[in-house]
Nanobody, 116 residues
Framework: QLQASGGGLVQAGGSLRLSCAAS????????MAWYRQPPGKERELVAS???????EYADAVKGRFLISRDNAKITVYLQMNSLKPEDTAVYYC????????????WGQGTLVTVSS
């Protein structure tokens, strides 16, 4: 019910924009977020945005990544600039409803590879 797109191969210093659109019976979404899982590592939060537009970023991406969303389309974006090889990971979008304390919906993941 969440479809992520926009991943690919990019050189260090380049940019990519990820998109994640919801479909089907998804209602009353509060927080939308991006997570990533680097090769051989645990999944980690990259950025999140609440419906009221407050945001949270991992320290590793502050100043380089920007999360945004379109509430009418239930879509979340991640603009990634100044990419580094350590940003290489599978990126997942996630959404949490207003009545939940966990992420109820997950996208399938999109691979971002940053070459040095």
């Amino acid at each position: 019910q969440l479809q992520a797109s926009g991943g690919g191969l990019v050189q260090a210093g380049g940019s990519l924009r990820l998109s994640c659109a919801a479909s089907g019976n998804i209602f009353s979404i509060n927080i939308m977020a991006w997570y990533r899982q680097p090769p051989g590592k645990e999944r980690e939060l990259v950025a999140s945005m609440a419906s009221g537009r407050s945001t949270e970023y991992a320290d590793a991406v502050k100043g380089r990544f920007l999360i945004s969303r379109d509430n009418a389309k239930i879509t979340v974006y991640l603009q990634m600039n100044s990419l580094k090889p350590e940003d290489t990971a599978v990126y997942y979008c996630a959404a949490r409803s207003v009545v939940s304390n966990k992420y109820d919906y997950w996208g399938q993941g999109t691979l971002v590879t940053v070459s040095s």
